[in-house]
């Protein structure tokens, strides 16, 4: 038994699942709302260059292209977590991270 939309579900899983979907989504909802708060052309806090963002299962990942630091607002490493592993692997390897610092 799958939970539809609109209907109770009597599986205790499946009501934490459609729980956690739902927070994140009001999670990527605030933190899109804090980023539309910063200023364009945010600067590596490690060598000053000015980082390139990636948007990866609606995260957005700010990346210096110089030293591949990783800057993540507030409540992003979360969404990261939540991610499987396949994905997550697939998301450090985008933004350049070598194998050794994983």
Known sequence: MSWEPGKPSHNENEWFKRR??????EQR???DARRALHPAGIKCARDGTELN??????VRIDVCPTCHGI?????EL???LHLNPAALEHVMSSV???????
């Open 20 to 25: 956690d979907a739902e927070w994140l989504q």
């Open 71 to 75: 800057w993540l607002d507030g409540g």
């Open 29 to 31: 909802a605030l933190l």
């Open 53 to 58: 963002e990636q948007v990866h299962d609606g």
């Open 78 to 80: 979360v969404h990261l």
């Open 96 to 102: 350049g991270l070598p194998p050794a610092s994983r």
